[in-house]
């Protein structure tokens, strides 16, 4: 069945670069998104990449698709105190699967912002 | 603009107990689901449904019932809690046919099973 692994904890200095990153097992894959979870809330869609690309870019955060390697990353640039929180990776076959928008969730990663 | 609401926010069950967790959203999706989140573990799909009439298991269905006979609610039952049912809670909608819409998350529910 299709996997998806994200390490658990990422630690940066307020400023610098985050790059967070996740390995999937579904070559079948066609969406990949990163979605951002702030204490006690739910999920919130930050973007997604379809997988025929290998960037997307929207203001301060930039994808990379490494589809070859099933390797996704979310940076996050000039990483504020509010950019902390767990950022989940999860990817969806779209339609192909035949169940909607049927999406399988990483791990998460913990990301803390030091000042 | 509601989205997606879910209730209660919070539970206290005791071992062998039933309860109906709540989830409605007023954006007109045909696909939704049910989640849990445990440490460590991520998100686990334990039911979905494409539309009204039409659910279907995920990864994790045991223990679990679901019905829609709404397009707008989707609850979930738990038909005899047990510890192991301890864990957050996320119903999430979506567009269907979807793939590469947003999926909108609830705040969840925080369950604990004693």
């Known amino acids: 069945g299709e996997d998806v692994e994200q390490s658990l904890f990422l630690s940066v200095r307020e400023g610098d670069s985050s790059v967070i990153n996740c390995t999937y097992t579904d070559s079948s894959s066609t969406y990949l998104y990163w979605y951002k979870q702030e204490p006690g809330a739910g999920l919130q869609l930050l973007t997604y990449?379809?997988?025929?690309?290998d960037m997307k870019q929207d203001q301060r955060l930039t994808v990379l698709l490494n589809k070859k390697d099933k390797h996704l990353s979310l940076r996050i640039a000039d990483t504020q105190t509010g950019d902390s929180a767990i950022y989940f990776c999860a990817e969806s076959r779209g339609i192909l699967t035949g169940g909607g928008n049927k999406l399988t969730f990483g791990t998460g990663t913990q990301l803390k912002v030091e000042l | 603009n509601a989205g997606v609401t879910q209730t209660p926010k919070f539970q206290v069950l005791k071992t062998g107990q039933s309860m109906t967790l709540q989830c409605a959203q007023d954006?007109?999706?045909?696909?939704m689901s049910w989640y849990r989140q445990d440490p460590g573990m991520g998100l686990r799909l334990i039911h979905y449904s494409v539309g009204a009439g039409i659910t279907d298991q995920g990864e994790v269905p045991n223990g679990y019932n679901v019905s829609r006979s709404t397009t707008e609610d989707f609850p979930l039952r738990l038909l005899s809690a047990a510890p192991s049912q301890t864990s957050v809670y996320f119903c999430?909608?979506?567009?269907?046919?979807?793939?590469?819409?947003?999926?909108?998350f609830g705040q969840g529910t925080r369950l604990t099973v004693v």
């Open positions: 954006m007109n999706h045909e696909y």
């Open positions: 999430a909608s979506s567009d269907f046919p979807g793939g590469g819409t947003e999926a909108f």
């Open positions: 990449i379809f997988s025929n690309m």
